[in-house]
C-alpha cells in the first residue's frame, strides 16, 4: 500500500494481484484471467474479482483498527463498479461514531467501486 495518509490510501491493482487472487480463492471464471474471453463481455477487458478489491479495504482498515477488528465485527459492502487490472484504487475512511466507519473505495476517475461500513460491537 501507499501514500497512506491518516484518513485515505492509494492502492494500483495489477493484473499479477488478480490471477494470484484467482488461485488462492479457486475462482477461475475467465472475466478474470482471460484477455479473449473478457474482450468479448459487457466490460470489454479483465476485471479484478470484488472480493480482492473488499479485501484491500479490510486490510487497510485492520491496519488502523487491529485492535477493534479482531472482536464482533459487523461489515456491510455494496460493490458499485469493476476495478480493472492497472486501475488505482482510493480508499477513504470516516469514523462516524467510535464503533461504526464509513469507507469509500473509488477509482481513480472517481467512480465509486465499493461503499462499505464497518460496525464494532
Same mark, same amino acid.
Given at each position: 500500500?501507499?501514500?497512506?495518509?491518516?484518513?485515505?490510501?492509494?492502492?494500483?491493482? /495489477?493484473? *499479477? !494481484?488478480?490471477? +494470484?487472487?484467482?488461485?488462492?480463492?479457486?475462482?477461475? @471464471? #475467465?472475466?478474470?484471467?482471460?484477455k479473449e474471453f473478457a474482450?468479448?463481455?459487457?466490460?470489454?477487458?479483465?476485471i479484478a474479482h470484488g472480493?480482492?478489491?473488499?479485501?484491500?479495504?479490510?486490510?487497510?482498515?485492520?491496519?488502523?483498527? /487491529?485492535? *477493534? !477488528?479482531?472482536? +464482533?465485527?459487523?461489515?456491510?459492502?455494496?460493490?458499485? @463498479? #469493476?476495478?480493472?487490472?492497472?486501475?488505482?484504487?482510493?480508499?477513504?475512511?470516516e469514523e462516524k461514531l467510535?464503533?461504526?466507519?464509513?469507507?469509500?473505495?473509488?477509482?481513480?476517475?472517481?467512480?465509486?467501486?465499493?461503499?462499505?461500513?464497518?460496525?464494532?460491537?
Open positions: 500500500m501507499n501514500n497512506n495518509t491518516s484518513n485515505q490510501i492509494e492502492f494500483l491493482i /495489477s493484473q *499479477k !494481484m488478480i490471477d +494470484d487472487y484467482a488461485k488462492a480463492s479457486k475462482d477461475f @471464471n #475467465p472475466i478474470h484471467i482471460n474482450s468479448k463481455s459487457l466490460f470489454k477487458r479483465r472480493m480482492l478489491t473488499l479485501s484491500i479495504v479490510m486490510e487497510y482498515l485492520y491496519e488502523i483498527y /487491529s485492535d *477493534k !477488528m479482531l472482536n +464482533d465485527t459487523l461489515v456491510e459492502a455494496r460493490f458499485k @463498479n #469493476p476495478v480493472y487490472a492497472g486501475e488505482k484504487i482510493i480508499i477513504l475512511h467510535k464503533e461504526k466507519i464509513s469507507v469509500i473505495c473509488r477509482k481513480e476517475n472517481g467512480e465509486e467501486a465499493i461503499s462499505a461500513s464497518v460496525t464494532f460491537k
